[in-house]
């Protein structure tokens, strides 16, 4: 029987449990806040202090400022679980350096961090989930991180309270572990000062500083606070659940929503001391040792949620919801029967940061330059602060990180979704609710849904549209058949907080045959939208994409900077490029269209000079604008990017039939010799002016159609009704990706990303040998030394599911990962790209990666696996020139 005392309210209940006795020191200047600084940290706890810390390192000497005391926030209070695997590469990464981190602290310091490596258990309940656990696992092997699948008995041996009758097996990974925040954050700071910077306490921000600058920016010039005023060019919001409070100083939302978690500390229980941490996912729990007690909590369906947290709240802890800590200590029951003999020793319920997909705000915020933030970390601060603000600190002295860092990076948001709290609010709770869920390749969320819908929404749904979310946008991902539907509905936020669950079910039981590590249930439906693709004409919607205009009297200089490719001076012709950083990394790929001075329309617009029309992909479109923004008020071009994507619509005729197709609804000549590849023009259909672009995206004859949106809808049923004639098949994006990969084209933010140069990535021709473009002098330097890494095309016999994240060996030895998998509907195979490296080190050649026996780790099994160094699938082109009378014999004899 659970038996619990009064909820814990202060600091001086709790310190004891949390922190170790007596490791409570802190080491504030007791000088003057100094009149100007290199940067200024906003925040004392585990971000503040761990950027704090990574800035000294770099040579930077910050300043850090909290209001009250360090660690007085969040930060005191946490559970502090070092885990070691997440199922992403860059996750695992920023894992590994915390864990680095905290074992180099002491050494450097003297301080001890309070790291205790005691191992850690993953625990699975179900079949499924220990699929998920074998990802884990196959991933880690990349790496380098230590884990063994185990039976239930092997994991009792580590943790001897668990009965091994009520789970199916678990993941074990003995470098795992568990660190005290007081301690760390001691260590931290003390490394931080003995390199230069300066901590100051009872600091309060009342105000940041800026000016306008170009191209709709602001940038940050100083700070205010209680003690005076700092001049800085640089800000870091580690503020923490205040950092929102702090965004506001400077007129700009984050989407981050304050939620209570809570803990428990059990009374003395046997066998709990050092023994293993334990996460259940299935049963949403945590444990982990305190000495001889047990520390568990756990993510509940129906947090409370914050509307924001007083100022004061320092050292403070809420009042224990008991119901919900009844539901957690029944799942926990389950697992560990000996906890229905031991009470509840002590509680824990404070305020933690979420956030809509569950990943920390980092980086440069897109409107404001100087500010940076490193917020939002949903309970995960002690494990990924360490990894996290070391790139952050690269990102600050360098320009931008080492790693990707995209799915932390603030930009991944886009303007209309960061100021929407209803968005973020309920997005920040399936976030929470989901935490422990299995994170299937296509799961999709309930909630913030239609946020962004385009013209072609409800046709397409009344149509048989499933619809997927990218960057707030509904667009479909595949076709349902038989004349069935599935709209996206309201959220119900699972019956929770008095809500009625939604009676209409369609698309839940749509999403449920996804939720697999095998091929999925819709597997023919998609199959059969890309062999339409393949053999006949199909039609996709990419209105999601994000299109913007280059314009300007700089604007042709502009786009030499900021554009890989030898940009076309002829009117209407399309290019396909990349636009870099500093350090060559790609940080987008587009399609520029060098613009004519047009007849003053939407798709043909009035310019004084060169203009371009620039686009990009759907998720990673706002991430586009923001980059290409920032280089034009760093080089103080006089030129401007402005977006249209909400005014255009995109339609894109794909297939052997689609010039066919485009032919017979427009009067223009859709030619070869008018419409080469990569050529576009102004057309009207249905007497409506629309640009038609000869493009594709998978490797066929092809044409956009992008329309104003006041005409989409008119084009679309024009399009469709000739269609008739054609057989012409809807199709959405799990048909696009696979036919994009099966062409052996790439993906931002997958298989071609900021830690990515284009030499490695294959796309060199892109990048021309004329003029300079930021980014150049890298890939011309590597083009000189050789590559350390090389992407590469893999095809399998087996029949076995690929979705990214699988081990890459050569010869028994690892040598890469997949970053993209998907299904080669042409090919017969499973398809994957992923990036070799030797294994020793040394620079890649064409004979290395042609020679020896390749395999493919999929959940912890072997395959093997051809590499090829460029798809197979229609190797010279002639697909897309339109030359398709030798298809069945191109597609049965591949070449290298």
């Known amino acids: 029987m659970l038996r619990i005392r009064k909820c814990l309210i202060n600091n001086s209940d709790v310190v004891g449990v949390v922190t170790r006795k007596g490791c409570k020191r802190f080491f504030s200047s007791e000088v003057s806040l100094p009149r ?34 360090l660690t007085n926030g969040t930060t005191w209070h946490t559970g502090g679980l070092i885990w070691g695997l997440r199922p992403s590469d860059t996750d695992i990464q920023l894992l590994k350096r915390t864990k680095e981190i905290l074992k180099e602290l002491e050494k450097e ?39 063994q699948l185990i ?8 943790c001897p309270i668990l009965d091994p009758n009520a789970f199916y097996g678990a993941l074990y990974s003995p470098t795992d572990g568990y660190t005290d925040p007081t301690m760390y954050c001691n260590a931290l700071i003390k490394g931080g000062i003995a390199n230069g910077g300066q901590v100051f306490e009872q600091t309060v921000l009342t105000k940041i500083h800026t000016e306008d600058g170009s191209q709709g920016l602001k940038k940050v010039v100083g700070i205010e606070t ?35 978690h809570s803990y428990v500390v059990t009374n003395t229980l046997k066998g709990v001391k050092n023994c293993a941490s334990i996460r259940c996912h299935d049963s949403s729990l945590y444990f982990r040792p305190q000495g001889e007690c047990l520390i568990f909590g756990g993510y509940e369906s129906n947090p409370e949620i914050l509307k924001e947290v007083p100022d004061d709240f320092e050292f403070k802890l809420f009042e224990l919801d008991k119901e919900i800590l009844n539901t957690h200590w029944n799942h926990a029951v389950k697992l560990c029967p000996a906890l229905q003999e031991v009470g509840i020793k002590s509680d824990v319920c404070g305020p933690e940061t979420f956030t809509p997909d569950h990943k920390p705000l980092v980086g440069e915020d897109p409107i404001v330059v100087g500010l940076y933030y490193s917020v939002g970390y949903n309970s995960l601060g002690m494990m990924l602060s360490g990894g996290v603000s070391e790139q952050l600190s690269y990102w600050i002295t360098h320009g931008r990180p080492d790693l990707d860092m995209h799915a932390f990076d603030i930009r991944r948001f886009s303007q209309r979704q960061k100021p929407d709290r209803a968005w973020v609010t309920e997005t920040s709770h399936e976030s929470y609710a989901k935490t422990y869920s299995i994170v299937y390749p296509h799961d999709q969320k309930l909630s913030g849904r239609n946020l ?30 038989d004349d069935r539907t599935a709209p996206v509905r309201g959220y119900d936020w699972y019956g929770n907080y008095d809500h ?3 009676r209409d079910q369609r698309y839940e ?3 449920e045959k996804d939720l697999t590590f095998d091929f999925s249930r819709n597997f023919d439906l998609i199959k059969g939208e890309a062999l339409a693709a393949r053999t006949n004409v199909t039609l996709f919607n990419l209105s999601c994409y994000t299109k913007m205009y280059l314009t300007g009297p700089d604007a042709e200089k502009a786009a030499d900077w900021l554009f890989t490719s030898n940009l076309s001076q002829d009117p209407g012709k399309v290019s396909y490029s990349l636009s870099l950083n500093s350090k060559g990394g790609i940080e987008s790929d587009v399609t520029v269209t060098t613009l004519e001075e047009g007849g003053g329309t939407l798709v043909g617009p009035i310019l004084k000079g060169k203009g371009y029309y620039v686009v990009a992909g759907g998720l990673s479109g706002y991430h586009t604008k923001s980059h290409l923004r920032k280089q034009l008020y760093k080089k103080g071009f006089k030129s401007r990017i402005t977006e249209i994507t909400d005014r255009l619509g995109i339609l894109s005729i794909q297939g052997p039939k689609s010039r066919e197709l485009l032919q017979s609804v427009t009067e223009s000549p859709i030619t070869d010799e008018i419409f080469p590849l990569g050529m576009s023009h102004i057309i009207k259909i249905n007497g409506h002016t629309c640009r038609a672009m000869r493009l594709s995206y998978i490797g066929e004859m092809g044409f956009e159609v992008h329309i104003p949106y006041a005409h989409c809808v008119a084009v679309y049923h024009k399009i469709i009704e000739g269609g008739r004639g054609f057989d012409l098949k809807l199709a959405g994006f799990r048909a696009l990706d696979d036919l994009s990969l099966e062409k052996g084209y790439h993906l931002q933010n997958k298989d071609i990303r900021i830690d990515d140069n284009p030499v490695e990535a294959g796309l060199a021709k892109f990048c021309r040998k004329e003029g300079q473009y930021q980014g150049k002098s890298v890939v011309e330097r590597v083009k000189q030394e050789g590559i350390q890494k090389k992407r590469c095309f893999f095809t399998l016999q087996d029949r076995v599911a690929l979705y990214g994240y699988e081990t890459i060996w050569r010869d028994d030895v690892v040598v890469g990962y997949l970053r993209r998998g998907g299904y080669g509907f042409a090919l017969d195979s499973a398809i994957g790209v992923g990036y070799i490296k030797h294994p020793k080190g040394q620079i890649l050649n064409d004979e290395y990666l042609k020679t020896g026996d390749y395999q493919i780790e ?26 398709y009378e030798n298809q069945f014999e191109e597609q049965s004899h591949f070449e290298d």
């Open 226 to 260: 209680n003690k005076g005023t700092v001049k800085t060019n640089t800000v870091v919001n580690a503020a923490g659940v205040w950092g929102r409070k702090v965004a506001n100083m400077v007129g700009i939302e984050i989407p981050t929503t304050p939620m209570k």
């Open 151 to 158: 039976s239930p008995k092997e994991a009792q041996s580590l």
């Open 36 to 69: 100007q600084a290199d940067v200024v940290i906003i925040g004392g706890g585990i971000a503040g202090c761990s950027t704090f810390y990574q800035l000294t390192k770099r040579g930077v000497k910050p300043i850090l400022i909290e209001r009250y005391k």
């Open 500 to 502: 009625v669950r939604n």
């Open 452 to 481: 962004r819908i385009d013209p072609f929404h409800e046709h397409l749904v009344a149509s048989g549209a499933v619809m997927e979310e990218a960057l707030g946008w509904e667009r479909p991902a595949y076709f349902i058949t």
């Open 858 to 883: 999929v959940r912890d099994k072997k395959y093997p696996a051809t590499l090829y160094l460029k798809s197979p699938f229609d190797p010279t082109n002639q697909r897309l020139l339109g030359h």
């Open 109 to 147: 310091t003297g301080e001890n961090p309070g790291f205790i490596t005691n191992g850690g258990l993953f625990i699975a309940r179900s079949p499924e989930r220990l699929e998920e656990y074998k990802r884990l696992h196959t991933l880690g092997h990349y790496f380098k991180v230590e884990s």
């Open 509 to 511: 039981k749509e999403l």
